[in-house]
Nanobody, 122 residues
Framework: VQLQASGGGLVQAGDSLTLSCTAS????????IGWFRQAPGKEREFVAG???????KYLESVKGRFTVSRDNAKKVVYLQMNGLKPEDTAVYYC?????????????????WGQGTLVTVSS
């Protein structure tokens, strides 16, 4: 499967953005899909993810601000980001996990999109 993340941009603190992760190739609805981010000089971290039945998992610092959803028919996973903060600035990646369970470590993911940059100015 190939994944492509899109929707990033430059916004001000408090603004909203919606990222999209589009899949091509074989069906991807069976596996957990995660959103990660990597800020300059920092390790890539798990932000949010969604399972095939819609179960979700979030990084504590984005709970209540970010919402992950998926449209299996369209092969798209979304990350709605509200109340953006400068510390949310990073390249955001989507990835498909190796299996069904919700996982947060990068080593548990097989396929990665190319990333989309989100910059939040103060």
């Amino acid at each position: 499967v190939q994944l492509q993340a899109s929707g990033g941009g430059l916004v001000q603190a408090g603004d909203s953005l919606t990222l999209s992760c589009t899949a091509s190739g074989r069906t991807f609805y069976a596996y957990f899909i995660g959103w990660f981010r990597q800020a300059p000089g920092k390790e890539r971290e798990f932000v949010a993810g969604i399972g095939r039945s819609g179960g979700t998992k979030y990084l504590e610092s984005v709970k209540g601000r970010f919402t992950v959803s998926r449209d299996n028919a369209k092969k798209v996973v979304y990350l709605q980001m509200n109340g953006l903060k400068p510390e949310d600035t990073a390249v955001y990646y989507c990835a498909e996990a190796k299996g069904v369970p919700a996982v947060t470590m990068t080593s548990e993911y097989n396929y990665w999109g190319q990333g989309t940059l989100v910059t939040v100015s103060s």
